[in-house]
């Protein structure tokens, strides 16, 4: 039992003396709101084109039509006429793949400082 007790003793040392380093660092950040960036524009921060975005996040017009032809009952409950873009893919999806990609400007840069 006392040797646990010391372990535990030298981990809050050991937190007590980094929070001692770090005080000094840290700011006090003003109280204000703070917006959650939409999907598009994490996919806009990547560098890639609206284009692109509004290729991943819908069907296009034809592909649409072949999955209400094909399965009417299925999108007339879900509200999904000819006129409304049907989504591919869901918000959380989007904001995956723009957070898995590898900007293309970085690349770029780290291949001509290589070169």
């Not at 003003?30 to 806009?44: A, D, H, V």
């Not at 592909?63 to 873009?85: T, V, W």
Request: aromatic fraction near 8%; proline fraction near 4%.
């Amino acid at each position: 039992m006392r040797k646990a007790s010391e372990g535990t003793r030298a981990v809050q040392q050991a937190l007590h003396q980094i929070q001692e380093i770090w005080r000094p660092v840290v700011h006090e950040v003003p109280r204000c709101r703070i917006r959650k960036l939409t999907p598009r524009e994490t996919w806009r921060l990547q560098g890639f084109p609206d284009w692109a975005f509004d290729r991943a996040k819908y069907y296009t017009a034809e592909e649409a039509d072949l999955l209400i032809k094909n399965q009417p009952n299925r999108h007339e409950k879900r509200g999904i006429s000819h006129e409304k873009r049907v989504e591919r893919m869901s918000d959380s999806q989007l904001y995956k793949q723009a957070g898995n990609t590898v900007t293309v400007n970085v690349i770029y840069a780290i291949a001509r400082e290589l070169g």
